[in-house]
T-cell receptor, first 110, second 113 residues
Framework: DAKTTQPTSMDCAEGRAANLPCNHSTISGNEYVYWYRQIHPQGPQYIIHGLKNNETNEMASLIITEDRKSSTLILPHATLRDTAVYYCIVRGSNDYKLSFGAGTTVTVRA | EPEVTQTPSHQVTQMGQEVILHCVPISNHLYFYWYRQILGQKVEFLVSFYNNEISEKSEIFDDQFSVERPDGSNFTLKIRSTKLEDSAMYFC???????????FGQGTRLTVV
């Protein structure tokens, strides 16, 4: 499995964009980048995923570098409710499971 | 909005006892999963289930564990003889065929005493 590296924690000001980096230098061609978050004490929540193109949905944007070795999740206008642990996960198209790492603990401050 | 429902929210059991955790996945989903999260640790995959059989399981999912879809709506995780180290939050998840995102339930906190 390709592994990901994320910062342990980061702070963000409410109303500002939060940029969450993720390194996945060993990603292979058929593996997707997924982002989930976990707001304590709930279960993980899907945010977005991509293969090589940048993606945007109502929650966030995902920017993947051209060499696919890293990506950035962007929360455009962070709110206090975005305080959570954010997980960057690499998953093959035929994989059933999600392999969670430690993630990045994001704290949004007023 | 449809959601994955797990019951009970908290289960306390004595060591050595059998426990069954219940999940009702989203109705038209075809892939089902169990994960667990020991307090302060990362979310760990246990098992995936599709077409009435296990499609993949982790090393954690040993002979003490089993899963079942007894009817068209429920998906259960059974732990035959609980150990103290089975204390964790257990999350059920489901996914629709052709869609990548898995939807997680709110979890069952299992406490083995």
């Amino acid at each position: 499995d390709a592994k990901t590296t994320q910062p342990t924690s980061m702070d963000c000001a409410e109303g500002r964009a939060a940029n969450l980096p993720c390194n996945h230098s060993t990603i292979s061609g058929n593996e997707y980048v997924y982002w989930y978050r976990q707001i304590h004490p709930q279960g993980p929540q899907y945010i977005i995923h991509g293969l090589k193109n940048n993606e945007t949905n109502e929650m966030a944007s995902l920017i993947i570098t051209e060499d696919r070795k890293s990506s950035t999740l962007i929360l455009p206008h962070a709110t206090l409710r975005d305080t959570a642990v954010y997980y960057c996960i690499v998953r093959g198209s035929n994989d059933y499971k999600l392999s969670f790492g430690a993630g990045t603990t994001v704290t949004v401050r007023a | 909005e449809p959601e994955v429902t797990q019951t009970p929210s908290h289960q306390v059991t004595q060591m050595g006892q059998e426990v069954i955790l219940h999940c009702v996945p989203i109705s038209n989903h075809l892939y089902f999963y169990w994960y667990r999260q020991i307090l302060g640790q990362k979310v760990e995959f246990l098992v995936s289930f599709y077409n009435n059989e296990i499609s993949e399981k982790s090393e954690i999912f040993d002979d003490q564990f089993s899963v079942e879809r007894p009817d068209g709506s429920n998906f259960t995780l059974k732990i035959r003889s609980t150990k103290l180290e089975d204390s964790a939050m257990y999350f059920c998840a489901s996914r629709y065929s052709g869609y990548p995102e898995a939807f997680f339930g709110q979890g069952t906190r299992l406490t083995v005493v």
